[in-house]
């Protein structure tokens, strides 16, 4: 089926650091992928997306590239700072279908950035 | 989390009592969700809805209910609590279902609600 794999965590940074979080999907179809952030004691928020092959989401300095010859969409980060430090989820839609426009998640990775 | 109330957020209640979870949008969306997360499994759709009275399964949808009587409020129903439902739950509200010539489905979290059952 349709699912989501994120590379497991915590990952602990020091500020400035280069961050990358692996997600990789398998879906049938073309779909949209995500990530969402998850700040402590917070509902999730919409850090970025790309609906297909090749477009590259970015947002607050975050970026990621649907790769579909991978099927990947790693998050990556130049340089991260301690507000940074959250909860991230990768999470794909299918486009078409009976499932259509249902969200499916990664299981989330922690990220712990030091001062 | 704008446009999105969920009640309670806390709460705490013995196995086999029934549990209210309630969901409330000021943002006239068609799209509402249920949302569970577990450490390990992050987030799995419980139930979702598409209008009023309509209303369909998720992946994990035994042991509840969800009902929509109007258009800003989504609730989700424990009917016999169990350990296993010890969760924080997570309404999501979107305005379409995304998809086709629509486009990617963005949807917007409330705060969560936080079950503990005993």
């Known amino acids: 089926g349709d699912s989501v794999t994120q590379m497991e965590g915590p990952v602990t940074l020091s500020e400035e650091a280069f961050l990358t979080i692996n997600c990789t999907y398998t879906?049938?179809?073309?779909?949209?992928l995500f990530w969402y952030v998850q700040y402590p004691g917070e509902g999730l928020q919409l850090l970025l997306k790309?609906?297909?092959?090749?477009d590259k989401g970015s947002n607050k300095g975050f970026e990621a590239t649907y790769r579909k010859e991978t099927t990947s969409f790693h998050l990556e980060k130049g340089s991260v700072q301690v507000s940074d430090s959250a909860v991230y989820f990768c999470a794909l839609t299918l486009n078409y279908g009976g499932s259509q426009g249902n969200l499916i998640f990664g299981k989330g990775t922690k990220l712990s950035v030091k001062p | 989390d704008a446009g999105i109330t969920q009640s309670p957020r806390h709460k705490v209640t013995e196995t086999g009592t029934p549990v209210t979870l309630r969901c409330h949008q000021t943002?006239?969306?068609?799209?509402m969700y249920w949302y569970r997360q577990d450490p390990g499994h992050g987030l799995r759709l419980i139930h979702y809805s598409y209008g009023v009275k309509d209303t369909d399964k998720g992946e994990v949808s035994d042991g509840y209910s969800v009902s929509r009587s109007k258009t800003e409020d989504f609730l989700l129903t424990l009917e016999s609590a169990t350990s296993s439902q010890t969760s924080v739950y997570f309404c999501?509200?979107?305005?379409?279902?995304?998809?086709?010539?629509?486009?990617?489905?963005?949807?917007?979290f409330g705060a969560g609600s936080r079950l503990t059952v005993l």
């Open positions: 999501a509200i979107s305005e379409s279902k995304g998809g086709g010539k629509t486009g990617a489905n963005v949807l917007t």
């Open positions: 943002e006239n969306h068609r799209y």
């Open positions: 790309a609906t297909k092959a090749d």
């Open positions: 879906a049938t179809g073309y779909p949209s």
